[in-house]
């Protein structure tokens, strides 16, 4: 695979010299750079180093896979293609994205999947490995996340205020959750056999990327979590 040396390089000239590696390449060296790999479509990446913000923004297709760290807003208003990150992961990843893959390893900031929605036959997928900051799902309307809180069970899988103007998708949780505290738009109830059936193939393929059995994840207790209305905050606005 065609090889970029990104250091020294501004976050223009690299994302000219990946567009013009057709087919995709490897990307030694990365550090802050910005908009790796957005709106593109087919292409194949591996970053070495550490993304700069929005990298896969309005991505289309393809694989990007990140062998440390990425910053904020991974994979921005995404439609499709699968975003792979070894490391952890910035605030805002998954904003707004209609579509596509994207695998953390470890741990997300404040406000994953925020805006987070489905389009058409789309349906974005979102599975943390470890911990997500506060306000993760804040007024998801479609798609899955998954958090697996795989490093640190013992502790909170989640931030403070959870699914906040949550009014679509689920979100599954790899945790009782008795400490989690969720606003009264939401249900929350222990996952079933039959959700897991739902969350198997996404598990099993997430385990894939990062060498880890999906008997053993699937094996703890899941919480689930879904929206009551789709006008969560019907009743700010109301009167009764």
Known sequence: MYRINAEGLDHR?????????????????????????????????????????????????GMLTVTGNAQDAVGDTMNAGTIVIHGSIGDAAGYAMRGGKIYVRGDAGYRAGIHMKAYEDRIPLMIIGGKAGSFLGEYQAGGVIIVLNL?????????????????????????????????????????????????????????????????????????????????PYRQMYVAN
């Open 151 to 231: 490093d640190a069970p013992e502790e909170k899988c989640v931030g403070f205020f959870p699914c906040t103007g949550m009014h679509g998708g689920k979100m599954f949780l790899r945790s009782d959750c008795r400490d989690v505290t969720f606003p009264e738009q939401v249900t929350a109830r222990p996952a079933s056999e039959e959700d897991l059936r739902e969350i198997r193939a996404h598990i099993v393929e997430y385990c894939g990327f990062f060498g880890l059995d999906p008997e053993e994840v699937l094996a703890a207790p899941f919480t689930v979590v879904t929206p009551d209305s789709r006008n």
């Open 13 to 61: 000239t690299l994302n000219e010299a990946i567009r013009s590696a057709a087919g995709g390449c490897t990307v030694e060296n990365c550090c802050g750079q910005r908009f790796i790999a957005a709106g593109m479509s087919e292409e194949n990446l591996v970053l070495h180093g550490t993304p700069g913000n929005a990298l896969g923004a309005y991505l289309n297709g």
